[in-house]
C-alpha cells in the first residue's frame, strides 16, 4: 500500500531533510518541539516491514510516503474479558530510582519508559527547580539524569553544578543535541549523553557513571 501526504509549506533544505528521522532532532525553538513526531512514523513503518521517503525543496514543499506490506493474516481473535494477557518483560534487576529532569512531556515519557525497560525506577521533574526540591526531599535516587537547555533560569548545567555541591555522592548524567552545550558539559567534567541516542547507549553511560561514582568514593 502506497500513501502520500503533501503540504505547501515552506520545504526543507537537503540539510536538514537528511535528518528529519532522527529522535529529538528539531529546528524549532526550546519548549515548541520534540522532534520525535516523523521518528515515530519512521519506526512504526520500518516495524511493519515498510518504508518512508520524503521529498522536500525549499519554497516547494513536502511529501511524505508510507509503503507498507499488504497484510494475508486474519484478523486475530477478540481475547475473551478476564483471559490471562502477557506481562511485559523487563531487562535487568532493579537498579534503582533515577531523577529524569525532562521539561517536554512526550520526551519525558519516551526516556521513561526506556529507563524502566533497564530496570530503573523514575521520577520525573520538569525543571531544574522542581528537581532540586525533589532531591531535597529524597535520598534514594541513584543517579540523576537531565537535559541540558530547558525553559527557565537554570539549566540542566546549573542543575550539575547544584547536584555535585549537594549531593556529591550522586552522579549526574546529562544529555544534549546540542553542540555548544555539549563542548560546555565535557570542558566542566560532566558525563553526556549527546542526542539522538539508543537504549544501549543509555544503559551504557548510567552504568558507566554509577561505576566512576563508586570507584571515587572506594578510594576516598
Same mark, same amino acid.
Given at each position: 500500500?502506497?500513501?502520500? %501526504?503533501?503540504? &505547501?509549506?515552506?520545504?526543507?533544505?537537503?540539510?536538514?531533510?537528511?535528518? %528529519?528521522?532522527? =529522535?529529538?532532532?528539531?529546528?524549532?525553538?526550546?519548549?515548541?518541539?520534540?522532534?520525535?513526531?516523523?521518528?515515530?512514523?519512521?519506526?512504526?513503518?520500518?516495524?511493519?516491514?515498510?518504508?518512508?521517503?520524503?521529498?522536500? &525543496?525549499?519554497?516547494?514543499?513536502?511529501?511524505?510516503?508510507?509503503?507498507?506490506?499488504?497484510?494475508?493474516?486474519?484478523?486475530? =481473535?477478540?481475547?475473551?474479558?478476564?483471559?490471562?494477557? =502477557?506481562?511485559?518483560?523487563?531487562?535487568?534487576?532493579?537498579?534503582?530510582?533515577?531523577?529524569?529532569?525532562?521539561?517536554?512531556? $512526550?520526551?519525558?515519557?519516551?526516556?521513561?519508559?526506556?529507563?524502566?525497560?533497564?530496570?530503573?525506577?523514575?521520577?520525573?521533574?520538569? $525543571?531544574?527547580?522542581?528537581?532540586?526540591?525533589?532531591? &531535597?526531599?529524597?535520598?534514594?535516587?541513584?543517579?540523576?539524569?537531565?537535559?541540558?537547555?530547558?525553559?527557565?533560569?537554570?539549566?540542566?548545567?546549573?542543575?550539575?553544578?547544584?547536584?555535585?555541591?549537594?549531593?556529591?555522592?550522586? =552522579?549526574?548524567?546529562?544529555?544534549?543535541?546540542?553542540?555548544?552545550?555539549?563542548?560546555?558539559?565535557? &570542558?566542566?567534567?560532566?558525563?553526556?549523553?549527546?542526542?539522538?541516542?539508543? %537504549?544501549?547507549?543509555?544503559?551504557?553511560?548510567?552504568?558507566?557513571?554509577?561505576?566512576?561514582?563508586?570507584? $571515587?568514593?572506594?578510594?576516598?
Amino acid at each position: 500500500m502506497h500513501l502520500s %501526504i503533501i503540504d &505547501e509549506g515552506q520545504g526543507m533544505p537537503r540539510e536538514t531533510l537528511r535528518r %528529519i528521522f532522527e =529522535p529529538f532532532f528539531t529546528t524549532k525553538g526550546v519548549g515548541k518541539g520534540t522532534g520525535l513526531g516523523l521518528a515515530q512514523v519512521y519506526g512504526f513503518t520500518r516495524a511493519s516491514g515498510g518504508d518512508v521517503r520524503v521529498d522536500s &525543496e525549499p519554497g516547494r514543499g513536502a511529501t511524505v510516503s508510507l509503503y507498507l506490506p499488504r497484510s494475508a493474516k486474519a484478523l486475530a =481473535p477478540v481475547a475473551r474479558k478476564g483471559a490471562d494477557t =502477557p506481562k511485559p518483560s523487563q531487562r535487568g534487576e532493579r537498579n534503582g530510582r533515577v531523577l529524569l529532569v525532562e521539561d517536554e512531556d $512526550s520526551v519525558a515519557t519516551l526516556v521513561g519508559e526506556m529507563l524502566q525497560e533497564l530496570g530503573y525506577e523514575v521520577l520525573r521533574a520538569a $525543571s531544574a527547580a522542581a528537581a532540586l526540591r525533589a532531591l &531535597e526531599a529524597e535520598r534514594e535516587f541513584v543517579l540523576v539524569f537531565s537535559d541540558m537547555v530547558m525553559p527557565g533560569r537554570e539549566s540542566g548545567m546549573d542543575l550539575a553544578r547544584e547536584v555535585s555541591k549537594r549531593r556529591p555522592d550522586l =552522579p549526574v548524567v546529562l544529555t544534549t543535541g546540542f553542540s555548544e552545550a555539549a563542548a560546555q558539559a565535557r &570542558e566542566q567534567g560532566f558525563r553526556l549523553l549527546m542526542k539522538p541516542y539508543r %537504549i544501549e547507549a543509555l544503559a551504557t553511560a548510567l552504568e558507566a557513571a554509577r561505576r566512576q561514582r563508586r570507584s $571515587s568514593a572506594a578510594a576516598e
